[in-house]
């Protein structure tokens, strides 16, 4: 497991667990009940402070068949540095994970099958 300290504070960056997916998931709705679509995407790393997520990242394909990478934080979290140590971070876990040949044709249609495995999964369990 690939942990990140952010400079001078107490935020690490890390990749999502399964014991992560209700904050995580609440974070993304962010208080609304809606059930959850594909446009959730995979969620690939998130950035804790003392013990509370306060970003998740996540991986979607685009209409261009590209993958995309979105950063959700909390309403009173500044940005800052945190937007670009979480994205750094994703792109290298998403790449060492899902291996150099994600951006092509081949490898979209896995990556939409997982996505739309995990939001049929999450909607069944909540």
Same mark, same amino acid.
């Given at each position: 497991?690939?942990?990140?300290? !952010?400079?001078?504070?107490?935020?690490?960056?890390?990749?999502?667990? /399964? *014991?992560?997916?209700?904050?995580?998931?609440? %974070?993304? %709705? $962010?208080?609304?009940?809606?059930?959850?679509?594909?446009?959730?995407?995979?969620?690939?790393?998130?950035?804790?402070?003392?013990?509370?997520? !306060?970003?998740?990242?996540?991986?979607?394909?685009?209409?261009?068949?590209?993958?995309?990478?979105?950063?959700?934080?909390?309403?009173?979290?500044?940005?800052?540095?945190?937007?670009?140590?979480?994205?750094?971070?994703?792109?290298?876990?998403? &790449? *060492?994970?899902?291996?150099?040949?994600?951006?092509?044709?081949?490898?979209?249609?896995? %990556?939409? $099958? &997982?996505?739309?495995?995990?939001?049929?999964? /999450?909607?069944?369990?909540?």
């Amino acid at each position: 497991m690939e942990t990140t300290a !952010i400079k001078n504070t107490s935020i690490k960056v890390r990749e999502v667990y /399964l *014991s992560d997916l209700t904050a995580v998931i609440n %974070l993304y %709705l $962010n208080g609304s009940t809606d059930e959850l679509t594909t446009d959730f995407g995979l969620p690939v790393g998130l950035a804790e402070q003392n013990g509370d997520i !306060i970003a998740c990242s996540f991986v979607n394909i685009n209409s261009s068949g590209q993958p995309t990478f979105r950063i959700n934080m909390g309403s009173s979290l500044e940005t800052g540095c945190l937007g670009e140590d979480l994205n750094h971070f994703t792109v290298n876990r998403f &790449a *060492s994970v899902w291996g150099p040949a994600v951006g092509t044709v081949s490898a979209v249609q896995p %990556l939409k $099958n &997982a996505i739309k495995r995990l939001v049929d999964w /999450l909607n069944q369990c909540s």
